[in-house]
Structures are given as structure tokens and as C-alpha cells.
């Protein structure tokens, strides 16, 4: 049977290596979105104030499980926010008491709540330098944030810049490129012999730049690093079937409610919990490549992280267009749901 053929598929439980519960309200409403078809999901930091120390880190868990739907086995990775303070002995500690399982290191002011992020990367070398030696992963935001760069060549230019030289100086430590967008991302990850992965999002591999700007400004796609032309989402797409075990999928699902996006300077974040899979699988469908779902989606990324793929099983099913709400409500407000602009056929089940 070609993958064209495929109507109903079992892979391992998919993982989420990259998401934003935020707190509160908001962690309480987008938490189930996540966990009805999710194992685990490495938890970002980037809260107000951040989640810095390993404290921090275990107060948040424990939100978290607070917060988690009855009977869900649900298990948050979190992750430590590395600021030019952050403490190598603190991260150590975190990571052996499996507290926190990597470190977000976020360019100061590269997007939602990184003001406290790193601009002097010399001030993090002793992390990154214990991170190496205990082999915790360091996920990036690969985005320089020089106001003269142009916003569509921040992530090639972070690359260059920025990690080529920090990876050069510190090859033991293992890095996770986050949700990246470029030809020029995928290239260096391929090209690299250890110690590097990316992850890719839903979104990327759905919409361009078009999609948000041509026809008129679709603040709901306005996410970052912002999507780029075509070429780049076909290189994603290529990635991402490949069955290569650098690339999985990290959703960057990433909440803010209507009156937040729809302003005259909306945040950026396109909410892809609900319904990742189905765009997943109507992606992977399209590329004939259904056969290389599970390692995107539930096997690349634990290999990558040292762990253990699920051991429950979901069913997706190819059937009539799949519904899902346009929003979720929240006590804070409504969340719009993204919408991948073509119906969505694959239905998801989590086997027992
Ligand atoms: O679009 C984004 N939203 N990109 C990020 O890097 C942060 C995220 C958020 O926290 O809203
Ligand atoms: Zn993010």
C-alpha cells in the first residue's frame, strides 16, 4: 500500500516539544487542548515574571498538574528561562532532581516576554558550559534582534552570528533550533554532525508570508519568527517528511485572546493545540508521506531528548471534514483557533 492509499494510521502518542500553557486563567482553558492527544510537551518559560530558577520551575509544574483534566497522564518537560543572572549551579541541580529538562535561551527582546533574555552572550558561557558537560539541551529562539536586520532575515542572520560562533565554542552542548522557518535553517541542520535538532511547527507548514499580508492582514498567522516566502515552507515541509531524526515537531501553540491579536500592535502567536494533528496528518497526506507522521510527530524528538518514545497509541482516520471550535473560551477571553484554510479529514483517537 503507497501512503496515498493509508485512511486510518497508529503511531506512538505524539509529543509536543515546544508549548506555551501561560498561567492562571488562560493555563487552565488551553491546558485540556493539549493533553486530549498529547503524552508530554516541553513547557515554555517566557511567563510574567519568568520562570527562571528551579523553584520557579517547580511551583509552575505543579500549577500545571493542578490544572491537568481528571484522568490525564499528561506530563510537562519544563524548561528554565536563561537570563545573564541565571545561576549554573542552580540549572545542574534542577536538571539532576529532573526538575527541568532543558534551558530557553531567548535573544532579549526577540519576542513575547523575552525582555529579561540574553544580550550578552558571554555573560552565559559558564551555563552553557555546565549544560555541555551534564548534556541538558539548550532550546533557542534563533532570532537576532538588531532593529536594522530586516524581520524576514533574522533567522539567517542568527544563525551566522549568533550560533555558529556559540556552538563553535561550546560543541558539546546540545541545541534545539526552535520553530524554524528558513531554506537556511534546515540546510545548517542537516549539514551539522551532532548536537543540533529543530523543531518545526504546524503553522509553518501551512501558511506564508501571503497568507498573512496578501488580500489583508490576517493578524491570527502574525506569529514568530514570522512566516517566510514559499520556498521556505516547502523546505519545512521537506524536513518534516523526510523521516531525518534532527527535525520534530515543536507547535510553538501559543495563546493570546481576540483583543490581544486584533490591535494595532497585536501579539504574536497562532494557537495550534486543538487541531495539530488533523493539519499534521492533511499535510503529511498531501505529501504522500503518512508513513513518516510517527517519527515527526512522536519518535525524533524523545530519541533526541534521551527518552523513552509513548507507549499508548493514537488512531488517526481519514474521513468526512473533522470539526473543531473557532475559539476557546477563556476567563481572560477567547482564544481564536488556527484555521489552516482547507478542511481538515483526519480524525484523532487515543487508544487505551
Ligand atoms: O509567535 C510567538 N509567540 N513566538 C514566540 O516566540 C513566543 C510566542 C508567545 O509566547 O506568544
Ligand atoms: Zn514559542
Redesign the pocket.
Known sequence: MTDKNITSLTIRQPDDWHL?LRDGAMLQAVLPETTRHFGRAII?P?LVPPVVTAQQATAYRDRIMAALPDGSHFQPLMTLYLTEDTDPEDVAAAHAAGIATAVKLYPAGA???SASGVSDFTKVRPVLEKMAEIGMPLCV?GEVTNSEIDIFDREAVFIDKVLKPLRKKTPDLKVVMEHVTTQDAVDYVRDSSKNLAATITTHHLIINRNHILAGGIKPHYY??PVAKRELHRVALVQAAISGDKRFFLGT?S?P?TDPAKLQACG???CFTATNTMSCLAEVFDAAGALSKLEAFASLNGPRYYGLDANDRTITLTKGDAVQYPSHIDTQDGPVTVFEPGFDLHWSVKVNA
Open positions: 506555551h515554555m517566557n519576542t513575547t516576554n529562539h506569529c514568530l510553538d501559543a493570546h501579539c504574536a502567536g
